[in-house]
């Protein structure tokens, strides 16, 4: 069945350091790609989605490339803050019916 | 625009004991979403409903968990009787339409713990 797996955490990095998350999936057919990030405290949000391939997508400063020939969906930054601690879950959906499947999420701590 | 809003935030009951909780997705989403959140994992879809209609409950623990989402608005989530390994974070969710692709906006989740 479809999955998707994570780079176990934690990952603790210093202010303004590059940051990668590895995230590779298994799934058959074409599946839409997400980031969502949760901060303590918080519900889930969406980071940033990729819906084909080679698609790339941004936000606050994250990206990621949807990669097919991989079946990659790396998260990076150039330059973390403080204020983006918090755990970072990938996840794909397949299909008409929109069910999002998780990877097992990466906490990712950024001191100052 | 208003989230998606869940109660209680927390609850803690004892083992064999029932708990329900309530989620109210966001206006004009047709598609709601239960998924149960274990300390450590990623989260797992329990049920996925299609308006008032279920269209996902595979892995929906169906002796001891109901849900229901009557007039096809807000949904309420039951575990009856509740056992200690479904202490966990129930998040409710909401999507407008189905659709690989399509956004889906998550609460702030139901914190469970069974002792």
């Known amino acids: 069945g479809d999955s998707v797996t994570q780079m176990e955490g934690p990952v603790t990095l210093s202010e303004e350091a590059f940051l990668t998350i590895n995230c590779t999936y298994t799934a058959t057919g074409y599946p839409s790609l997400f980031w969502y990030v949760q901060y303590p405290g918080e519900g889930l949000q969406l980071l940033l989605k990729?819906?084909?391939?080679?698609d790339k997508g941004s936000n606050k400063g994250f990206e990621a490339t949807y990669r097919k020939e991989t079946t990659s969906f790396h998260l990076e930054k150039g330059s973390v803050q403080v204020s983006d601690s918090a755990v970072y879950f990938c996840?794909?959906?397949?299909?008409?019916?929109?069910?999002?499947?998780f990877g097992a999420g990466t906490r990712l701590a950024v001191h100052p | 625009e208003a989230g998606v809003a869940q109660s209680p935030r927390y609850k803690i009951i004892e083992k064999r004991q029932s708990v329900a909780f309530w989620c109210n997705p966001i206006?004009?989403?047709?598609?709601l979403y239960w998924y149960q959140q274990i300390l450590g994992q990623g989260p797992k879809l329990l049920i996925q409903?299609?308006?008032?209609?279920?269209?996902?409950d595979s892995q929906l623990p169906k002796d001891r968990f109901s849900a229901e989402r009557l007039k096809g608005v807000d949904s309420t989530l039951k575990i009856q009787p509740a056992k200690l390994e479904d202490s966990a974070v129930y998040l409710c969710a909401s999507s407008m339409i189905q659709g690989s692709g399509n956004t889906i906006y998550f609460g702030e989740g139901s914190w469970l713990t069974v002792v």
């Open positions: 990729a819906t084909k391939a080679d």
């Open positions: 996840a794909l959906s397949r299909g008409g019916y929109n069910k999002l499947i």
């Open positions: 409903f299609q308006n008032n209609g279920v269209v996902d």
């Open positions: 206006s004009g989403h047709a598609t």
